[in-house]
Nanobody, 118 residues
Framework: QVQFVESGGGLVQPGGSLRLSCAASRNSFSIYRMSWYRQAPGKQRELVAAITSGGSTNYADSVKGRFTISRDNAKNTVYLQMDSLKPEDTAVYYC????????????WGQGTQVTVSS
């Protein structure tokens, strides 16, 4: 099993930036796809961004051009750079991985709270 620990959340004003980090409990270079999800109160968890071991990325339409996902396999860490934050980005952010393209996700961690408010 792999465990993930998210960090970097906080309170930020609209238009501000945050950088989230996700540390894996073991070598993450073999994990095919790493993803960031978020869940706002009363809503379902949704995919925000994903990155494969080859570096291919995809983003939710709502964050394209504002968020950037990256991974540092040497540090077993995935990042989510969030710029031009909006109040609707407020949510608990989670990361997870899939060992292969068809694999299930590992157990979910605690997530990190992001609040965008003036």
């Amino acid at each position: 099993q792999v465990q993930f620990v998210e960090s970097g959340g906080g309170l930020v004003q609209p238009g501000g930036s945050l950088r989230l980090s996700c540390a894996a409990s073991r070598n993450s270079f073999s994990i095919y796809r790493m993803s960031w999800y978020r869940q706002a109160p009363g809503k379902q968890r949704e995919l925000v961004a994903a990155i494969t071991s080859g570096g291919s990325t995809n983003y939710a339409d709502s964050v394209k051009g504002r968020f950037t996902i990256s991974r540092d396999n040497a540090k077993n860490t995935v990042y989510l750079q969030m710029d031009s934050l909006k109040p609707e980005d407020t949510a608990v952010y989670y990361c997870n991985g899939q060992l292969y393209s068809y694999s299930s996700y590992y157990p979910w961690g605690q997530g990190t709270q992001v609040t965008v408010s003036s």
